[in-house]
Nanobody
Framework: QVQLVESGGGLAQPGGSLRLSCAASGSITSMFAMGWYRQAPGKKRESVAVFSSSGTTYADSVKGRFTLSRDNAKNTVYLQMNSLKTEDTAVYYC???????????WGQGTQVTVSS
């Protein structure tokens, strides 16, 4: 129901940084939860960073390195990724749970590759 468009993926070296953006078609203030998941080859999709009414939750593997933020006026959420590691390589998907809707919305995914 909610259209999500990601951008900002690409190639980075270990220790480098990238910033992912997710633009939503509707007001992000109407979301119960919103954030980022990722899926590496051969692995299941996992939560990276998600905010909800209870706060922001980060995966243990990215704590201290990734930061979730948002710009309500632009209906956009961001994932600042610092100190990148090769194991961060994955397709990153924007995620949103609209208020009153049990079915989540997903972006198309953006590739992040960390390699020397």
């Amino acid at each position: 129901q909610v259209q999500l468009v990601e951008s900002g993926g690409g190639l980075a070296q270990p220790g480098g940084s990238l910033r992912l953006s997710c633009a939503a078609s509707g007001s992000i203030t109407s979301m119960f939860a919103m954030g980022w998941y990722r899926q590496a080859p051969g692995k299941k999709r996992e939560s990276v960073a998600v905010f909800s009414s209870s706060g922001t939750t980060y995966a243990d593997s990215v704590k201290g390195r990734f930061t979730l933020s948002r710009d309500n006026a632009k209906n956009t959420v961001y994932l600042q990724m610092n100190s990148l590691k090769t194991e961060d390589t994955a397709v990153y998907y924007c995620y949103a749970m609209p208020l009153g809707d049990p079915i989540p919305s997903w972006g198309q995914g953006t590739q992040v590759t960390v390699s020397s």
